[in-house]
């Protein structure tokens, strides 16, 4: 990324029509979708080389939206459908073809074939990245209107970034935190009058849980071989058993890529699956051998679990410890309400891959779920500014030129993946601003 680092920029104040903070992939996906309309942007991204994950999953392309009586604050001011309208341009930006999505049999589980790709940088042709990190957002009295960014860089330069239009895209935790470390003008921060910024952090748990034998293996891969098997709970059972979402997937547990290798040699008829034979034993010990097929060291199952939100669950500002620009870092506090989920999804996947005839998982009894450190929800939409801190067009409640794109916006999240949406989102977001900047002439 060619950034201008700011010391060697003289400018004190830096002017544009619209300023994204944060270059992961959706700062650039509003950036470069902004750009692609005329609109002048400037990028702050205080990364130059980010720690972006090397591979990129998407389960499912179904988001949780709805209203659900047993998840207290479940509910999107948006529908699905506002979603997956984005969602074919998403997938593209990430490089990825659509989930198949394999009909779905049980009343309790259903099918899901994730994709995987390499992550997929996305380029910023025309546009202005500068090399800052983001320390305070200036309003006016009021707290309605944001006039200027306050930029800190090497040897403690300062600079402001003038723009009609800021969109923070700083993930879950950076994001809630420049809003309330932003409090010269407002104590409580931007965004903030009732109380909501940082609040509803959630982040799944994901556990390896269980692991497949051989023949179940190869039975669940070939059934489902346009993507990585897994089945998630119902909407029904998740309403009935007042559950959370789960979704649980089958991965090989070492030699990435060599199960598909194996089974493209499977289905392409070069061996059978009656080749295929157990050596060794035990957790690690397990290994395919076929003539011609490589080793592998057994399939595991993953499991990954929504964490409800809650109004307690949060980021704060560390009283006694601030970061080299002395802003206050962030601490988190998150909530844990998974367990009796997973233990459920078990046994369901159990039944299924009875009703499958397909061999027993063998279920780790004492199962552990950390957290993946995807958090989402610290900027929660909302309908009503006293539930969250963005409006359904990712706005900030009370702010009228300050937007918010990213996880941080979901106010659940369901059991899927959260950049595809976020994504969609980010494409939507741009499409809002393009039309606000056209319609009153902001440019
Ligand atoms: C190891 C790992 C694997 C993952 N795998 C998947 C996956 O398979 N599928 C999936 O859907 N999701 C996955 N995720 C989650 C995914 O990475 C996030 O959903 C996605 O990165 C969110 O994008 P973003 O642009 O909103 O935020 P980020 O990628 O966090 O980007 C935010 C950017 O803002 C910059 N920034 C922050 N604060 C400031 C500041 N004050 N000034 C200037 N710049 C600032 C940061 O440097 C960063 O570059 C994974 C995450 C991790 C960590």
Redesign the pocket.
Known sequence: MRAEQLHTITDDVLRTQVCV????????VVARELATRGVTVLV????QT????T????TSTDFDVTTRPWVSRAGWPIPAQTIAAYSARALSYLGLAPPPTPESVGAALCPIAGQ?TAANPVDLPDVRIVD????HLDTDATGAHVYALELSGLGGRRCLVEAKVFVL????I?TPR?LLASRRTLPSGVGNRYDQVGRYLQDRRHGVVARLSPAAAAAAFTEFRNGTPGFALSATVQRDERLLGCAMWFREAAKRGSMKVALDRLLRGKASASDVSIIGGGATGWAWRTAGLPRLGGVDVHAVVEQAPDFDSRVRLSDNETDAFHVPVAEIDPDDRQLATLRRALDLLTDEFARRDWPAPNIDPTPTLTA???PTGTTRMSTNPRDGVVDGQCRVHGVDNLYI????VFPTTGHA????A?VALAIRLADTIAARMAATRLG
């Open positions: 903070v944060g270059a992961g992939v959706v700062g650039r702050v991204e205080h990364n980010p720690s972006a994950p591979e990129f999953a998407v995987v800052a990190t983001a320390i895209a700083m993930g879950a950076e420049l993946v450190n995807e794109a990213g996880p941080s993946d959260p950049t595809l976020a």
